[in-house]
């Protein structure tokens, strides 16, 4: 099931950022196959060091490449079905590293299911996020990781309302943890596909469901149901 997963991704298609000999995603996939199918201790670490020395981090500059997204989820399911503790455990810290490291300049977005151009980092938190049941089931490790995932908060925006004060109120639906206000928030329009314009989160009243209720300042004109605010910072960051 892992291999087919692996087999399934154009790997070709998933850029390069860099001109280093061995930071093709190809070499991504091969390295996560050798991890999937590993039975001794060296054949797990000698594909685990070739991941962290190819085009999915780079362990010693604390780089991440734009294939760590396709990456991660299979580093999840090798989490949950891996055939040894140890492809677990190194599955795990491999996927903390893809969400902690900080990606090349102009390498830093990726194209996923339900939005363009979102920042890696976010993609790769709503991928851990979207696992927390294995990774609860997983013990303290596990928790760690969802921690931090939820640090890389995402509004979906339900409907909003502009104010005669020029402020904007919008009912949300929050992922990840309720942040400090004020804050900065990058937006990002669904029906445009338009991303980049910069607002400022005010204030955030947030549920345990994850209902919220924001309210929102530097809104350019109407912001139309089905925009998702991200934190500006992840889109600003880069090695």
């Given at each position: 099931?892992?291999?087919d ?68 989820a ?23 590293d ?18 363009t ?123």
């Amino acid at each position: 099931m892992i291999l087919d997963a692996i087999d399934a991704v154009d790997w070709s298609a998933l850029p390069n950022p860099t001109p280093w000999p061995g930071d093709e995603p190809a070499r991504v996939a091969d390295a996560l196959r050798r991890l999937t199918v590993s039975t001794t201790a060296n054949e797990t670490g000698s594909a685990a060091a070739a991941l962290e020395g190819s085009g999915f981090t780079c362990g010693h500059a604390a780089m991440v490449f734009p294939a760590a997204y396709r990456a991660t989820a299979i580093l999840l399911d090798l989490v949950e079905h891996g055939r040894r503790p140890r492809i677990k455990a190194v599955a795990l810290s491999l996927v903390f590293d893809a969400l902690c490291f900080s990606p090349l300049a102009g390498h830093n977005r990726v194209d996923t299911p339900y939005g363009t151009d979102v920042p890696l980092c976010c993609a790769i938190a709503r991928q851990i996020r979207s696992r927390a049941g294995v990774l609860l089931a997983y013990g303290i490790h596990g928790k760690h990781l969802l921690a931090q995932a939820a640090l890389h908060w995402r509004l979906a925006v339900e409907e909003a309302e502009s104010q005669p004060d020029g402020s904007t109120t919008a009912l949300a639906t929050l992922e990840g943890v309720p942040f400090a206000t004020p804050a900065e928030a990058e937006v990002h329009t669904a029906a445009s596909g338009d991303t980049g314009a910069i607002l400022r989160v005010e204030s955030l009243t947030a549920d345990a469901s994850g209902a919220a209720c924001v309210q929102l300042a530097d809104v350019r004109g109407v912001l139309p149901s089905g925009s998702v605010l991200y934190d500006a910072e992840c889109g600003r960051r880069e090695h």
